[in-house]
C-alpha cells in the first residue's frame, strides 16, 4: 500500500524574482520533512486565485500550516500596526480547503494560523495582538508548558498531560468556535483544540520545528499519517468521480 498522500498548505507572499517582485509560494521545509520522516508522501498546495474544483481529490490528509495573519475582516476586526502577512487569496484558498476536508471526511491537522482559521470558520473570534508570545530563542527551543485535557486525543498522541512547546504567534483565540473543544492551555490561554467528529487536531505552537528533537511533537505527524493511512484504507469504498 502507498503511503498516505499528505497536502500542505503553503504561504503566498510577494517575493523578489528575476522578473522583478511577484506573489510566490513560500513554505519552510520542516513541515514536509517532519510528514516525509513519518511515513508520508508531503505534497505542497499553492494558494492560487482561482480556487481548483475538488482540490482535495486523491488526498489522505491535510497539513494546515502556519504562516501570516488572517485578515482580520475575517472575524469582524480591521489590520492594526502589528497586522502582518496577510493574504485574502490564501484566506479563501485555504477556507475551501477546509470545506473540502470536512466534505469528504479528510483528517486535519493545523498549526498556529491554520488552528485560527479553523476556529474563524467556526464563527469564533481572535485577539488581534497578544505580547510575549513570540520567542526570541532558536525555533527548535522550548518557550513555555501547556497542560493538556486527560483524555483528549491530543493527550494520547503525546501521551502527557504537560508539555513543553515553542511559541510564535501574536494572534490568539478569544473565543472558541461551534463544535470545537479545547484540549490545552497556557493559563488562560488556549493552545489547542480538536474535533473529532470531524478527524480535527489542532495546535498554536510548531511542531514541524520541534519534531527533529522531540518525540513529543514528532508525534503530531506521525498521528497525521496515521490517519491518512486510515483515510487510505477506505477510498477504495469512496467515488472520486
Known amino acids: 500500500m502507498a503511503s498516505p498522500l499528505i497536502a500542505v498548505s503553503a504561504e503566498r507572499s510577494e517575493q523578489k524574482s528575476a522578473f522583478g517582485p511577484r506573489d510566490s509560494t513560500l513554505q519552510v521545509m520542516e513541515y514536509a520533512e517532519a510528514i516525509a520522516v513519518a511515513g508520508g508522501r508531503p505534497a505542497l498546495l499553492p494558494a492560487t486565485e482561482r480556487i481548483p474544483d475538488d482540490p482535495l481529490r486523491g488526498f489522505d490528509a491535510l497539513v494546515l500550516t502556519g504562516g501570516g495573519d488572517l485578515s482580520p475582516e475575517m472575524y469582524g476586526?480591521?489590520?492594526?500596526?502589528?497586522?502582518?502577512?496577510?493574504?485574502?487569496?490564501?484566506?479563501?484558498?485555504?477556507?475551501?480547503?477546509?470545506?473540502?476536508?470536512?466534505?469528504?471526511?479528510?483528517?486535519?491537522?493545523?498549526?498556529?494560523?491554520?488552528?485560527?482559521?479553523?476556529?474563524?470558520?467556526?464563527?469564533?473570534?481572535?485577539?488581534?495582538?497578544?505580547?510575549?508570545?513570540?520567542?526570541?530563542?532558536?525555533?527548535?527551543?522550548?518557550?513555555?508548558?501547556?497542560?493538556?485535557?486527560?483524555?483528549?486525543?491530543?493527550?494520547?498522541?503525546?501521551?502527557?498531560?504537560?508539555?513543553?512547546?515553542?511559541?510564535?504567534?501574536?494572534?490568539?483565540?478569544s473565543t472558541l468556535g461551534k463544535g470545537l473543544r479545547v484540549t490545552a492551555r497556557a493559563d488562560d490561554l488556549i493552545e489547542a483544540f480538536e474535533d473529532p467528529a470531524k478527524d480535527i487536531l489542532a495546535v498554536q505552537w510548531h511542531p514541524e520545528h520541534l519534531a527533529r528533537t522531540s518525540a513529543t511533537h514528532r508525534a503530531l505527524f506521525e498521528d497525521i499519517v496515521e490517519r491518512g493511512i486510515s483515510r487510505n484504507n477506505t477510498r477504495g469504498a469512496i467515488s472520486y468521480v
Open 77 to 173: 476586526m480591521k489590520p492594526d500596526s502589528t497586522s502582518y502577512g496577510m493574504s485574502p487569496i490564501r484566506d479563501r484558498f485555504e477556507t475551501a480547503l477546509v470545506a473540502a476536508a470536512e466534505a469528504r471526511g479528510i483528517p486535519i491537522l493545523a498549526i498556529c494560523r491554520g488552528m485560527q482559521l479553523i476556529n474563524v470558520l467556526r464563527g469564533g473570534q481572535l485577539h488581534n495582538h497578544l505580547d510575549g508570545h513570540w520567542q526570541t530563542v532558536a525555533s527548535d527551543a522550548f518557550h513555555h508548558a501547556v497542560d493538556v485535557e486527560p483524555g483528549s486525543k491530543l493527550s494520547q498522541v503525546v501521551g502527557a498531560t504537560e508539555i513543553e512547546v515553542n511559541s510564535y504567534h501574536h494572534q490568539a483565540i
